[in-house]
């Protein structure tokens, strides 16, 4: 199993970012895939996550409205689109996806709101 972000940068705040993971190693239309994040001196948290067929979504409150997450079975990726960026989205972004009860991560990638 293989998870890879890209897209994280730097964006003032109100500013857009849209982050991808491509997937590998696993059956990617039956997996739901995972977006969390992990800012400095806090936990690690789930932020966004979709059904295997992208039927279903769900996301932290703090993001609902500005963040949409949808992929593309078809490329083995999922995506984060971030609008309304605010300084309290800083964080590292990680894809996660569960299979047979272990947790797979990406490497991550940083996001940083700043003026």
């Known amino acids: 199993v293989q998870l890879v972000e890209s897209g994280g940068g730097l964006v003032q705040p109100g500013g857009s970012l849209r982050l991808s993971c491509a997937a590998s190693?696993?059956?990617?239309?039956?997996?739901?895939m995972n977006w969390y994040r992990q800012a400095p001196g806090k936990e690690r948290e789930l932020v966004a996550v979709?059904?295997?067929?992208?039927?279903?979504?769900d996301y932290v409150d703090s993001v609902k409205g500005r963040f949409t997450i949808s992929r593309d079975n078809a490329k083995n990726t999922v995506y984060l689109q971030m609008n309304s960026l605010k300084p309290e989205d800083t964080a590292v972004y990680y894809c996660?996806?569960?299979?047979?009860?272990?947790?797979?991560w990406g490497q991550g990638t940083q996001v940083t709101v700043s003026s």
């Open positions: 996660n996806t569960v299979i047979n009860w272990y947790n797979y």
């Open positions: 190693g696993f059956t990617f239309s039956r997996s739901t």
């Open positions: 979709i059904s295997g067929a992208g039927g279903s979504t």
